[in-house]
């Protein structure tokens, strides 16, 4: 069984940039689901793709968007970076058809905003 | 609103046992779980708790719901240095499509 893998790793990027970070999800998981995790602090919702379709939102502006495949990998894009954007995201894949609501989640992306 | 809070650090002496709090705020939330992370990872699912139950043993981890009090409480066992890590615990508020409202985590170190 695969898991949860994310890329790039690590990246450097300066304000008003973009970035796009990579998932792909669980074998047999359909939802990919992507957090904010600022340095200290607990994971934050982002958003939820379901079946290509967003799916439930956080409180993140519009220049956070996302992007759900066919093969139900995803991407996550940040336009017009700020400083604060700096954070661990993580992406976490799960199935809908499992009612305990686990999610499996890849080892994150460290975007710093310089 | 959707809050969940923890105390944010905890340390112990290797194998006594660990006790990491905390509270949540969502009522109707049908399944809480813990979570933990090692330096420079991901989150691992270590354990989750229905509702419906007090109580959940898993090996050297017990977990107790009292939803009255919406208070989640994780218990480890004969803690090992291993267990050293982040531990969050989270919560599905209604209608939250698998959304998962973390709190801010609880650092737990484990010394000789």
């Known amino acids: 069984e695969t898991g949860v893998t994310q890329s790039p790793t690590h990246l450097i990027k300066t304000r008003g940039q973009q970035v796009t970070l990579r998932c792909s999800s669980q074998?047999?998981?359909?939802?990919v689901s992507w957090y904010q995790q600022a340095l200290g602090q607990g994971p934050q919702f982002i958003f939820q793709?379901?079946?290509?379709?967003?799916?439930g939102r956080g409180n993140f502006p519009p220049r956070f968007s996302g992007l759900q495949f066919p093969n139900y990998s995803s991407e996550l894009n940040v336009n017009a970076l700020e400083l604060d954007d700096s954070a661990l995201y993580l992406c976490?894949?799960?199935?809908?058809?499992?009612?305990?609501?686990?999610?499996?989640f890849g080892e994150g992306s460290r975007l710093t905003v310089l | 609103g959707e809050d969940v809070e923890q105390s944010l650090f905890l340390s112990v002496r290797e194998g006594d046992s660990s006790v990491i709090n905390c509270t949540y705020t969502?009522?109707?939330?049908?399944?809480l779980y813990w979570y933990k992370q090692e330096p420079g990872a991901g989150l691992q699912l270590l354990t989750y708790?229905?509702?419906?139950?007090d109580m959940k043993q898993d090996q050297r981890l017990t977990v107790l719901l009292n939803k009255k009090d919406k208070h989640l409480s994780l218990r480890i066992a004969d803690t090992q240095t291993g267990d050293s890590a982040i531990y969050f615990c989270?919560?599905?508020?209604?209608?939250?499509?698998?959304?998962?409202?973390f709190g801010a985590g609880t650092r737990l170190a484990v010394h000789p």
């Open positions: 074998s047999g998981h359909n939802t």
């Open positions: 989270a919560e599905i508020p209604t209608g939250g499509y698998n959304k998962l409202i």
């Open positions: 708790i229905f509702s419906n139950m």
């Open positions: 976490a894949s799960s199935n809908t058809g499992q009612n305990t609501g686990e999610l499996f």
């Open positions: 793709y379901y079946r290509e379709e967003e799916n």
């Open positions: 969502d009522s109707s939330s049908t399944y």
